[in-house]
């Protein structure tokens, strides 16, 4: 898969990710560290600040999708995290791209108040 059909692929899960009811946020995965890093080299120029927030990453024959999330608190994670897994797999199946593995991780519960 060339970069950019990844980067098409991770927007189009991103948007499918945010439409998901019950999810709030989308926030871009990784470490503190690398996060940082990631800040630095968008601010010296040699990485794009508007890069998609969901990874998606080459792997063998299929792609590793990677996703941290934020949910709202009326709802249950698990039921929020079994939709964005359904919706992620109907994008890559309708694509004809092979999951490798999907990790999704739920950051932040905000109490709908908070809106």
Known sequence: MTPDA???LAVHIEEA???TPGVRAVFRSGSLISNLLRAGAAAL??????EPIVAVVSSGDGVV???SIGVDSDSR????????????DAILVERGVRRQ???LT??????REAA
């Open 17 to 19: 990710v945010r439409a």
């Open 6 to 8: 990844r980067t098409e």
């Open 77 to 88: 994670s698990e039921d929020i995290l079994r939709a964005v897994q359904a919706e992620i």
């Open 65 to 67: 999708v990677e996703a």
């Open 106 to 111: 739920v950051v932040h519960v905000q109490p």
């Open 101 to 103: 593995s999907i990790t």
């Open 45 to 50: 120029g040699t990485r794009k600040d508007d």
